[in-house]
């Protein structure tokens, strides 16, 4: 079982920045390909960024958002810089144990509580 927690939503402005930050279980987070994932209301849950051995981004947020990780701590993070309001959402750190980066959800097999993330203009 890999447990995975969120943090580091909340309330900013438009043009500002949040980084959140995805705290995972497990002996093997080395091993694991993470995503995060956003879902706003009446809104499908949608693909944000993936990392493996390299970074994906869908094209909404590119140039704008960095995910990275670091394995000694087993975390994922997601900078978000120059939030607009469509960013708004609640947004779920999710890890494949299969250790591909894929924008298909259901490819990854643990999922965070999520994290609400609300971008004023």
């Known amino acids: 079982q890999v447990q995975l927690v969120e943090s580091g939503g909340g309330l900013v402005q438009a043009g500002g920045s949040l980084r959140l930050s995805c705290a995972a279980s497990?002996?093997?987070?080395?091993?694991?390909?993470m995503g995060w994932f956003r879902q706003a209301p009446g809104k499908e849950r949608e693909f944000v960024a993936g990392i493996m051995w390299s970074a994906d981004y869908t094209d909404s947020v590119k140039g704008r958002f960095t995910i990275s990780r670091d394995n000694a701590k087993n975390t994922v993070y997601l900078q978000m810089k120059s939030l607009k309001p469509e960013d708004t959402a609640v947004y779920y750190c999710?890890?494949?144990?299969?250790?591909?980066?894929?924008?298909?959800?259901?490819?990854?097999?643990?999922w965070g509580q999520g994290t609400q993330v609300t971008v004023s203009s």
């Open positions: 497990g002996r093997t987070f080395s091993s694991y390909a």
């Open positions: 999710a890890a494949s144990t299969r250790g591909l980066v894929a924008a298909t959800s259901g490819r990854y097999n643990y």
